[in-house]
């Protein structure tokens, strides 16, 4: 792939189907959430976004990873915000699911509403 591909943000389709591949299941997992009757429940939903945003983690930065071995280019710092956009939706996901997890723990034998 040329330089000016990889310039462009173009040499990362990878980072788009990994982040299709897993924004589908989180978006599912909120869902799951919002329709969870127990904090326990809640807590077991957010481990697994927690888990699955840690794997789409690893897979983003591995993908970014092999755009630059294939294309032999130095680290390009001005990468276009699509591209940034996508390599840290990962990690906004992770935080979220975090911090609904140690929520849920933290309520794990009040019922909900009270």
Known sequence: MAQNDMDN??????????????????????GALG???TNPHR???????????LLWLVCARESLAEAKLST???????RPLRVMILLHLSTIFAIGWLISLVAHLALWNRPLGS
């Open 9 to 30: 943000g173009n040499a990362l389709p990878d980072l788009i189907k990994i982040t299709e591949i897993f924004l589908i299941p989180s978006s599912f997992l909120v």
């Open 35 to 37: 329709t969870a009757d």
């Open 43 to 53: 807590a077991a939903v957010s481990a697994l976004g927690l888990l699955i945003s």
């Open 72 to 78: 032999r280019a130095e680290v390009n710092p001005n």
